[in-house]
């Protein structure tokens, strides 16, 4: 009788190679191609990104690096739980097999699973039940991603918030994050007339609207990172920082107050490359958002004193795809700007 459990060959390419030692090959599903990764350090958030094979450093990649924190170590400290669990699952399952294998073949049993031992009056009946092989999940993973593209090697990755670095090269590509992110709310823009068309103009209204307060507070969120990036690489500590952060509350969301919080934050003047017919444009924008969010779109008093555009109290604020439009670009390029000054 063969000592192996496991024979070699198989789905899994299972090979023996010791006494009692086998290596199988057990490939992790994807979605369209894309691997989960975690990142090795647990306080990172959220730590978790995906990168398709065969894109990027394809040979003799020793490091490969998180998105978020850029811890770096080797491609393998990646591996996400679910994977590890998913394989181990998988294994669990063909030893399983092996072993019923193994003892049908040690009893006797053909392939009827049953013998039975003398005639007549005294008959024994040996029966052998195959334990069932457990069910294997897939690595839950979820769909809430952003995709991209590095630009630098051509890494084709999917990360779930605002990321820094390519996980292959460890190249900064921040910048190429954060048009991602205008770039979906451009997208949405780009359907409206159509969603007119189908759904009616409440609902081509909403995604206009929708549209501002994602413009809104990408802004805010990037501005917020560039800031903490700011006070790190000037030696602040991680507690001074989340003080600072506190103080900052929602005031990137404003540009008038975003203008005055960035100054007293960094030292820095965050419309340094930008006109003051932009900053004047993007304020005005912004601010339409206010009476959008709080009074269901009805201009109030308060938005009046503030910005004198000429919408009558009481009527229905208009704000157009094309302003958001107009916004996104304004943003960019304060944003793009600013960063390269912090960094
Ligand atoms: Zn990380
Ligand atoms: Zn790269």
């Given at each position: 009788m063969?000592?192996?459990?496991?024979?070699?060959?198989?789905?899994?390419?299972?090979?023996?190679?010791?006494?009692?030692?086998?290596?199988?090959?057990?490939?992790?599903?994807?979605?369209?191609?894309?691997?989960?990764?975690?990142?090795?350090?647990?306080?990172?958030?959220?730590?978790?990104?995906?990168?398709?094979?065969?894109?990027?450093?394809?040979?003799?990649?020793?490091?490969?690096?998180?998105?978020?924190?850029?811890?770096?170590?080797?491609?393998?400290?990646?591996?996400?739980?679910?994977?590890?669990?998913?394989?181990?699952?998988?294994?669990?399952?063909?030893?399983?097999?092996?072993?019923?294998?193994?003892?049908?073949?040690?009893?006797?049993?053909?392939?009827?699973?049953?013998?039975?031992?003398?005639?007549?009056?005294?008959?024994?009946?040996?029966?052998?039940?195959?334990?069932?092989?457990?069910y294997v999940p897939r690595p839950l993973e979820e769909e809430l991603r952003r995709d991209i593209i590095c630009p630098n090697c051509g890494l084709e990755h999917a990360v779930f918030g605002l990321a820094t670095w390519c996980p292959d090269c460890g190249k900064d590509i921040f910048m190429c994050h954060v048009e991602t992110e205008f770039g979906v709310i451009q997208k949405v823009l780009s359907i409206v007339d159509k969603r007119r068309e189908e759904l009616g103009a409440r609902v081509a209204g909403r995604d206009i609207e929708n549209g501002l307060e994602d413009v809104v507070s990408v802004f805010e969120a990037v501005l917020k990172i560039i800031t903490i990036k700011h006070l790190a690489n000037n030696g602040m500590s991680h507690d001074e920082i989340s003080k600072r952060l506190e103080k900052i509350r929602n005031s990137y969301q404003n540009i008038n107050s975003a203008g005055e919080t960035f100054h007293a934050q960094t030292g820095l003047d965050l419309f340094h490359n930008t006109s003051q017919d932009e900053v004047e444009t993007l304020r005005t924008i912004f601010e339409k958002r206010h009476p959008l969010t709080h009074n269901l779109g009805v201009v109030d008093k308060k938005y009046l004193e503030r910005v004198r555009t000429g919408d009558t109290e009481g009527r229905e604020i208009q704000v157009t795809a094309q302003e958001v439009e107009i916004a996104i670009g304004i943003s960019k390029k304060i944003i793009s700007s600013v960063y390269n000054l912090c960094t």
């Open positions: 063969s000592n192996s459990i496991l024979d070699d060959g198989g789905d899994f390419q299972t090979r023996k190679v010791g006494p009692d030692q086998y290596e199988m090959h057990i490939p992790i599903p994807t979605n369209d191609g894309l691997v989960g990764r975690e990142c090795p350090n647990a306080e990172c958030s959220p730590g978790y990104f995906k990168v398709k094979l065969g894109t990027g450093l394809t040979e003799g990649q020793v490091l490969a690096y998180c998105p978020y924190c850029r811890q770096e170590g080797e491609p393998n400290d990646f591996t996400t739980q679910a994977q590890i669990d998913y394989a181990l699952s998988v294994l669990k399952n063909e030893v399983v097999k092996g072993i019923d294998k193994s003892f049908q073949k040690a009893l006797g049993l053909g392939s009827s699973h049953k013998k039975t031992y003398g005639s007549g009056m005294f008959k024994m009946e040996m029966t052998y039940k195959s334990s069932k092989p457990d």
